[in-house]
């Protein structure tokens, strides 16, 4: 254990949470609950972190809003759903614990910051019905609009999403036909919300973690990046950081969480640790790995599970800060009616409607030829899409940005344009528009996920969601991007069941806690579900505020007792 004590100390808390997104918060109002000072520490300007930037599902099985609904499941189940789909590089005991105690978060933060949330109906599982333990509703849950007014100085302070239409709910935008159908949305609602500043969504989520903990009183300090671990030979008690240029050294006296996301952000790493060549990004330019830096210097283990790139679109013009272009992910829109996805040869590679089978498919390597032969990758609609269906932030019948889309007059003269085997692409497009009439997909069962139907489909559109010819020119092409994860990653730091991060010898560093995405997946494994990483970001902080403050929960040892699994190394 490191000895790097300074001469001096100039903030103090009991638990210090590096990161303000909803592991980090969720630490610092559980710690505050349980009797222990808390101050949290942002590199950015505003708090929210990547919490605030998604769409806010909170996925937990067995949650009693469900069960008050009348919707039968039970955290065994969720785990045994988990546990299938992790395909073995998850572990057990951690994928357990998750299940566990991640319907007890929901209710405690419930009581205690008066988090209010819903049930999102008609939303199911990834894997329903193909999995045995799948719903077709009842785990996905959403906040009710939270009034940001109430945050005070921190109303503007507090980060909101380019990407979400964080005015409308997803009850909202079921009710007006899905992404899909956005022209038929209530913009009215979204207008009267958006005036009043009543959030839903990510930015409505982390809302509520940050009333939390300004009701508390709790400290946040921005502008402020954590540097270095300070350990005392034992354990680690503090940190040092700048601002200003000019360091600051806070002591910890029961821990520090590491809660600041992922690498995302840092091209060198995305590309050793997530094997993301060339990557773009749709977070802030803080998600850059400072986790892997800090509790590196203790000697903190790594892994790594799965990790598949996403796909990503630019629309010219729309920049985040210091000019980053505004990346947007692609999974909403590559299900639609009239549009695929296709490589190099002209053809299609996967299911498009179900981001999970496209976005592994996108880095396969032939190692015969060593190449990648679903990158680059295209997608490719046509004038009944347009006219239909948005593409980004651009309106169905809106015209297409100049530099966004190569248009032609036919799909040979696009195939020529955008450099794809003009065969293969007439081909593929003759195949898949016979099949569309009959609504469906044979090469790749496109349309069979429910999920993928209510989220990335027409829900108007039969015989299948997911499926319509391209017929009608122009044809279009748009050359989609390799994306990081927008803040979830496969790589992060190892902790044990109460979260705390651990060495290569799997023994615990005493006072450096793991919150969020900064953590591995082992709670997962090769599958992901939207909504987990908010619930276990959660989940993470209430367990950290506990142990810290020298209430752990017992209830994993205790329900393991009985059973056959060993809790998280």
């Not at 303000?20 to 590199?43: F, K, V, Y």
């Not at 009348?70 to 951690?94: C, V």
Request: net charge negative; glycine share 12%.
């Amino acid at each position: 254990m490191i000895r790097n004590l300074p001469s001096r100390w100039d903030m103090e808390a009991d638990v210090v949470s590096v990161g303000s997104g909803g592991g980090g918060l969720a630490a610092a109002i559980t710690a505050h609950d349980h009797g222990a000072s808390a101050l949290i520490l942002e590199r950015a300007d505003q708090v929210g972190g990547v919490t605030a930037l998604s769409m806010g599902e909170v996925w937990i099985a067995g949650n009693h809003l469900a069960a008050a609904e009348g919707i039968k499941d039970s955290p065994d189940s969720g785990f045994r759903y988990i546990q299938t789909l992790s395909m073995g590089y998850g572990e057990d005991g951690a994928i357990f614990n998750q299940a566990l105690h991640g319907p007890i978060a929901l209710r405690y933060f419930e009581d205690a910051i008066g988090l209010r949330m819903r049930v999102i109906r008609g939303c199911p599982d990834y894997y329903y019905p193909h999995s045995n333990d799948s719903l077709s509703e009842g785990r996905y849950l959403e906040v009710e609009p939270f009034p940001a007014e109430t945050l005070g100085e921190w109303q503007h302070r507090t980060r909101i999403s380019p990407q979400v239409p964080y005015g409308l709910n997803h009850e909202d935008i079921f009710r007006g036909g899905g992404t899909a159908n956005m022209l038929q949305w209530d913009y009215g609602v979204m207008a009267e919300r958006i005036t009043k500043d009543e959030r839903c969504l990510g930015p409505g989520l982390a809302a509520y973690f940050v009333k939390g903990v300004l009701d508390r009183g709790i400290p946040m300090e921005t502008g402020v990046n954590v540097e270095e671990l300070i350990g005392d030979g034992e354990r680690i008690v503090g940190v040092r950081a700048t601002r200003d240029r000019q360091d600051i050294y806070i002591k910890a006296n029961k821990g520090v969480v590491i809660a600041v996301s992922t690498h995302e952000r840092n091209p060198e790493l995305a590309k050793t640790l997530s094997n993301h060549l060339d990557a773009v990004s749709m977070v802030m330019g803080t998600i850059d790995g400072a986790h892997l830096r800090l509790a590196g210097q203790v000697g903190a283990r790594i892994a790594r599970v799965p990790d598949p790139a996403n796909l990503g679109v630019h629309v010219p013009g729309e920049e985040l800060e210091s000019g980053y272009p505004l990346w947007r992910g692609s999974l909403s829109f590559l299900g639609f009616p009239h549009t695929v996805v296709v490589n190099r040869a002209g053809r299609r590679f996967a299911d498009e409607a179900f981001y999970r089978a496209l976005y592994y498919a996108i880095d396969t390597i032939d190692g015969g030829a060593q190449t990648h032969p679903n990158y680059p990758c295209w997608a490719v609609f046509d004038a009944q899409a347009r006219e239909k269906y948005p593409f980004g932030s651009v309106l169905p019948g809106q015209e297409l940005p100049e530099g966004l889309a190569i248009q032609a007059d036919s799909l040979e003269e696009l195939a020529q344009q955008i450099g794809v085997d003009a065969k293969g692409l007439a081909e593929t497009v003759a195949a898949f528009n016979h099949h569309s009439e009959a609504g469906e997909d044979p090469d790749f069962g496109r349309g069979r996920f429910p999920w993928g139907q209510v989220m990335v489909g027409d829900i108007n559109h039969k015989p299948n969601p997911n499926l319509g010819p391209l017929l009608k020119a122009p044809f279009y092409a748009v050359e989609l991007k390799r994306m990081g994860g927008g803040g979830i990653a496969g790589t992060g730091l190892v902790a044990d069941h109460h979260c705390r991060a651990v060495d290569w010898n799997n023994r615990v560093i005493d006072g450096l806690y793991v919150a969020g995405n900064s953590m591995v997946r082992f709670d997962n494994g090769a599958v992901m579900q939207s909504g987990v990483t908010n619930a276990r970001g959660m989940t993470h902080g209430y367990l950290i505020g506990r142990h810290a403050a020298g209430q752990p929960s017992d209830l994993l040892e205790k329900t393991l007792a009985a059973r056959e699994l060993e809790p998280a190394s």
